[in-house]
């Protein structure tokens, strides 16, 4: 097959662009609004968090069965014909959701709606690498990671607005309007494209990553769910890991001793992709893990609403915005690793502040160290993108697409696992320090308790006895507070050395001047 781009006319390339941002924009927004909206939807719908749980983990697993697939879809049926029919799901099934009055309704249409999802991010990042040249590639996946970043920032914001002023349904109606644009630009606009030289459809591969994906994730979000007191060691956990690791070792056995195998391992014998991905990980599990840590310290430290944390995160994407095309179009003059390591040292920057929050921090200081972190994505992810598939054959790219988001989701998800994990652990071990430090003031503690019960009963003539119990009370929410934003800076300490360890497989990517 000849290794080329279907271009017929400058500006075509642009409008498949565009389209494909406007999807993405919609899939990763949807991520970050039900996010916002889940206590809402818990009120309204009269369900616990054990069971509002699989809301999210439900879509997550969903999404995570279709990403192997997904690129082998593209390459056999279109990128065309598999990106309208994964908006068109993903749509519907917001729609639906929107529509849902019981809490089984809802997680059904989501577990559907993540099927849609796990076909937009890989087949759009495809279609984005095959319409563009490789001299502008770059500039292209810089342009497609501002979608990203503007759903990510505008995400809580809008959630929080919504949810507020309307209620959460709109939370997933928003995605109605956006998925019809989105349908209507691919079909009058988008040429189809299918890759020829695709082969059989690979039923081992297709079932042990079905097996493999899903149930790692779903062992990942055990080891912090509500009903599960044991964290690692529950059995249902072990179990998940041990059936996730027969079915891995399964998966790369078919995968490597397949004719036509459903996602080609030995593209890892490429460098630039088997180290870029390796960053694309180890990022992931620092960035992502720690990227909700912000909106808890913000609204259980801080005493923000939903929507003003989520106002944050609109100069965040803005930054990110702008620095990704700029990046995007020096990095095909500028080697790309010196970009990717400056984005990574100032993500390991703005986790370095956050490691020193408390409940006196200024809203400037949090701001800085959000601008630093939205700069050093938009300055990192589209060279890192277009190192990464550089060299990658064009009949391979839906394939490499798809494993590069595999390798993000995974990366993501245990991230998330770890840093909640920890950061549960790490309240405790500072609330335990904490009281145990209290109990050897001894005067010290009695005079704070003397002149708190001397203020309430002065202010609000109280009792003596209910004075007493306000002033205890009083002590022991400052400790929990300060007990818990320890907990955070400690998650972002972890973050912050995972970031850096980042840095090492991005120092060995290739010198090789990308023209």
């Known amino acids: 097959m000849k290794e080329s781009v279907a271009i017929e006319s400058k500006g075509y390339k642009w409008f498949v662009l565009l389209n494909v941002m406007i999807a993405t924009f919609m899939a990763v927004l949807d991520s970050t609004v039900v996010n916002v909206g889940l206590p809402t939807i818990m009120g309204t719908l009269g369900t616990d968090i054990n069971t509002a749980e699989w809301i999210l983990t439900g879509y997550m697993l969903s999404l995570a069965g279709v990403l192997p697939v997904a690129g082998w879809c593209a390459d056999k049926f279109g990128y065309k014909a598999i990106f309208i029919i994964s908006i068109f799901v993903f749509t519907s099934g917001s729609f639906m959701c929107g529509n849902s009055t019981h809490i089984e309704e809802l997680i059904f249409w989501r577990i559907y709606q993540g099927i849609g999802c796990g076909g937009i991010m890989p087949v759009g990042m495809a279609i984005v690498t095959n319409v563009f040249p490789l001299n502008q590639r770059g500039v292209a996946l810089g342009f497609w990671a501002v979608a990203s970043a503007a759903s990510v920032s505008f995400g809580p914001a809008i959630g929080g607005y919504l949810v507020d002023n309307l209620n959460w349904n709109y939370i997933f109606y928003v995605n109605v309007p956006i998925g019809a644009l989105a349908i209507f630009i691919t079909s009058t606009i988008q040429r189809e494209f299918k890759n020829p030289a695709v082969g059989k459809f690979d039923i081992p591969g297709f079932i042990t990553s079905v097996i493999f994906l899903p149930v790692f994730l779903y062992g990942l979000t055990e080891v912090n769910s509500s009903t599960n007191a044991q964290g690692w060691n529950s059995p249902i956990v072990m179990g998940s890991m041990f059936i996730a690791f027969i079915s891995f070792v399964l998966f790369i056995y078919f995968e490597l001793n397949s004719k036509n195998p459903l996602m080609n391992l030995r593209l890892f014998s490429d460098r630039n992709f088997t180290l870029a991905n390796l960053v694309v990980f180890i990022f992931g599990v620092g960035m992502f893990g720690s990227t909700f840590l912000v909106p808890l310290y913000l609204q259980n430290s801080l005493g923000y609403s939903a929507f003003d944390s989520g106002l944050f995160f609109v100069p965040v994407g803005i930054m990110q915005g702008i620095a990704s095309p700029f990046v995007g179009q020096w990095s095909q003059k500028v080697n790309p690793k010196y970009f990717i390591i400056f984005g ?61 988001n595999i390798i993000r989701q995974i990366g993501g998800s245990f991230g998330v696992t770890i840093m909640s994990y ?8 500072h609330t335990q320090i904490y009281n145990e430090s209290l109990a050897s003031t001894g005067q010290t503690y009695d005079n704070v308790m003397n002149k708190l019960g001397e203020f309430i009963t002065h202010t609000v003539s109280a009792s003596e006895a209910l004075s007493h119990t306000f002033s205890k009370s009083l002590i022991s929410n400052h400790i929990s507070l300060e007990a818990y934003i320890e907990g955070i800076n400690d998650d972002f300490y972890v973050s912050t050395i995972i970031t850096v360890i980042a840095i090492v497989p991005a120092l060995f990517l290739s010198n090789k001047k990308m023209k």
């Open 344 to 404: 990574l040292v100032l993500l390991s920057y703005s986790f370095y502040m956050n490691q020193s929050f408390s409940y006196l921090s200024d809203r400037n200081y949090i701001q800085l160290s959000l601008y630093l972190r939205g700069l050093g994505m938009g300055i990192l992810y589209s060279p890192l993108m277009n190192m990464s598939l550089f060299s990658i054959p064009q009949r391979f790219m839906a394939q490499a697409s798809g494993l590069t």
């Open 422 to 429: 920890l950061l549960t652990k790490r309240v405790a071990f």
